[in-house]
């Protein structure tokens, strides 16, 4: 691994395993884009053999993989009958190995870190990137720090701590705790690999690549994620910018960051021309896992969408739930967080900003599993019935739910 | 669809919907195995579309699927040298839309669903079967009824209810319930796919197939996996004895299957050499998922593995949750009920009944995330710290667990 590359300063910097971030203006470096043409591999097992010639890694052990990618490109045709939108597609990523997007990213991180020669790997997280982490560690033999906000909901604890990292719960300032883990990590030989690790970002093409081959080399008009901390947006970006420039492709999608207006820095920022986001005060969204008030990686998306053409929206708890009941109408359990994609799309639809007949797809990012909490509010109804009255219930002629 | 055989009987019948079982003697009737030479489709997406030439269905329809199956086959490496097994593998099923197994036999028992005109479907579970069934139920656009036993935990609830099938709560002996399933069916044109659906089964089969392909043609020694009601297993037994049949390999896995020590109806009838088990009196298990003291396919196990050279044993509660912390130190998160194959392994390579270099692969039926409860029990070692203590803490000069 050689140079990593600013995109605000145009210029190019060895690669420190100790910071993500470009030594004069503090902003997340890059892996440079390849600029020779490239082959996929699509007859290979494994998602990084697929596409290992787009990826900074000069090779791929397997004995690292727990089998990541790979994920379904779903057509949502009964659910694009319901909305009006004719080509509705979703791309499943709660079907990674711990049932998120996380997992495309840690795999590769995880691959330079052995590589590297590390034996401390380490996290900042409240949930999905913990939990992805610590498997991924286990799976690779290397101790693996997890670093928690106080008041971490202990479920999510428990999905990190099967695979017995050390878990350490840290009082005070989230922003802080990931500058003082990378300080810290340089000092003690621990790869701490956060939300916008470069190699991290680039797991997260390949999901771009994925979407590519599946739709048979048709570029989607749109494609919604959520929109966090900002390394898995730049990732998506990033593997249509290269298409695009290697010849694959006369196009890229038009990107559609969904945030919660419970915490919508980017969001905010976007709407109103910034080039750069404050800070958010006083978050508060059910969508935890894409509350980030200070996303690192904030004013690279707001670049970068600028350049490509992309949008940035929020959507509410409601709306967002709502979707997610959409998505379980059609057999997929997100989260609230993923299913910020549906409710955006639905709205920018309504709004007219994107034609009902545009093809767009939805990264599912995580699996409604992960959550069940948010779904206590609302109970199921349901029938109590005994044996002998269950006749009368599969017919409809009991009422008492 | 033509007829289907019994294995008893040494007869076949014509299908029937509503009676997965025997006219004669009650048993449970299967799909007849292919007699002239199939083939692979491996470079095709979908899995029922890899190997539709083995599943009984003249078509698959793309839209009624959720992308399951094509799972990882992971070699266990540091795990094989942890416990001196220098050949483990794992079949990840978890990584199925609905994160269990069932999805397979769902995927092929929905598609014969549709193609027969059922507008309606039902399923009789408390667990794994009712999420998979309401899922691909929801994903079909059928009315789907899950019956649920009283005192079925909520968090099983929400998993199927999310997809909004008609949830009925049935007070009453379980083992009725799914005979009465089943003639309330006929009477009203449900069709209850339940545990040992012929179709199901017929899901089942693609495992081995992977399996086979995966290792690249060998065909392991020993195949591993949880045991209830018996159609997994038979469906996975089938599956190796087409292979075999077909001409693709000349032999067959010794097949284990494992039940937990609180509820092993079967593992005791085999230890007792019976033909024919009784039901578990007062069963009791961590491992909900595989508590079945009256498996319907039961009698039709203990027949296939007596001709095949498979073996049932049982494990206990403890056992397996040790062996679940195991495979999670590999990066895996499943159910306990699913680490009963580990846990099954070291017993019987303990006491010499299978040789420790043997190739032995394990089926990981679900995800742990359906039952962070089991966990609950024991508490994670943490730190907890300040930021300005946190170094302290990386260097283990913090002992405050």
Redesign the interface.
């Known amino acids: 691994m050689g140079r990593l590359e600013c995109r605000f300063c145009e210029k190019d910097f060895a690669y420190d395993p100790f910071s993500p971030f470009c030594p004069d203006c503090r902003e997340p470096l890059l892996v440079p884009s390849p600029e020779k043409p490239r082959a996929f591999h699509p007859?290979k097992?494994l998602s990084l053999d697929r596409f290992r010639e787009f990826l900074p890694l000069p090779e791929i052990d397997?004995?690292l993989?727990?089998?990541e990618g790979?994920?379904?490109l779903?057509?949502l045709?009964?659910l694009s009958a319901k909305l009006g939108l004719p080509a509705l597609f979703a791309k499943?990523e709660t079907?990674?190995?711990?049932?998120s997007f996380k997992d495309r990213g840690t795999a590769v991180a995880v691959q330079n870190a052995r590589r590297m020669g590390f034996k401390r790997i380490g996290t900042v997280s409240t949930g999905n990137m913990a939990?992805s982490t610590a498997?991924?560690g286990?799976?690779a033999?290397l101790e693996t720090?997890v670093?928690?906000k106080?008041g971490t909901p202990?479920?999510n604890?428990?999905?990190a701590?099967?695979?017995?990292p050390?878990?350490?719960?840290?009082?005070?300032?989230y922003g802080?705790?990931f500058r003082?883990?990378l300080r810290?990590g340089r000092?003690?030989g621990?790869l701490f690999m956060n939300s916008i690790d470069p190699f991290r970002i680039e797991g997260y093409k390949l999901t771009g690549f994925e979407i590519f081959l599946?739709t048979g080399g048709r570029i989607p008009d749109y494609l919604f994620l959520p929109l966090s901390s900002g390394g898995h947006l730049v990732g998506l970006l990033k593997s249509f910018i290269e298409l695009k420039q290697l010849g694959f492709a006369d196009r890229i999608p038009v990107v559609v960051g969904v945030q919660a207006e419970g915490c919508a820095p980017l969001a905010r920022a976007f709407a109103a021309g910034a080039p750069r986001f404050s800070p958010f005060e006083n978050p508060g969204t059910i969508a935890h896992a894409i509350s980030n008030p200070h996303p690192p990686a904030g004013n690279l998306v707001l670049k970068m969408m600028k350049e490509q053409g992309g949008l940035i929206t929020a959507v509410s708890d409601r709306e967002m739930l709502e979707a997610?009941?959409l998505l379980?109408?059609?057999?997929?359990?997100c989260q609230p967080d993923s299913a910020t994609t549906l409710a955006a799309l639905v709205n920018l639809t309504r709004s007219k900003v994107v034609p009902r007949d545009a093809a767009a797809v939805l990264v599912v990012t995580g699996?409604?599993?992960?959550n069940?909490k948010v779904?206590?509010g609302s109970p199921?109804?349901?029938?109590?019935?005994?044996?002998a009255g269950?006749?009368d219930?599969?017919?409809g002629r009991t009422t008492d739910a």
Do not use: C, W
Request: proline share 5%.
């Open positions: 007859d097992a397997p004995a993989s727990l089998g790979s994920t379904p779903l057509a045709d009964r499943n079907m990674n190995p711990t049932l939990a498997a991924y286990a799976r033999g720090i670093l928690l106080e202990e479920e604890i428990l999905m701590g099967i695979h017995r050390r878990l350490i719960v840290v009082e005070g300032d802080r705790l003082e883990s810290l000092k003690h621990i599946q997610q009941g379980a109408s059609e057999g997929l359990f699996s409604g599993l992960k069940l779904l206590e199921l109804p349901r029938l109590r019935v005994t044996l269950l006749e219930a599969l017919e």
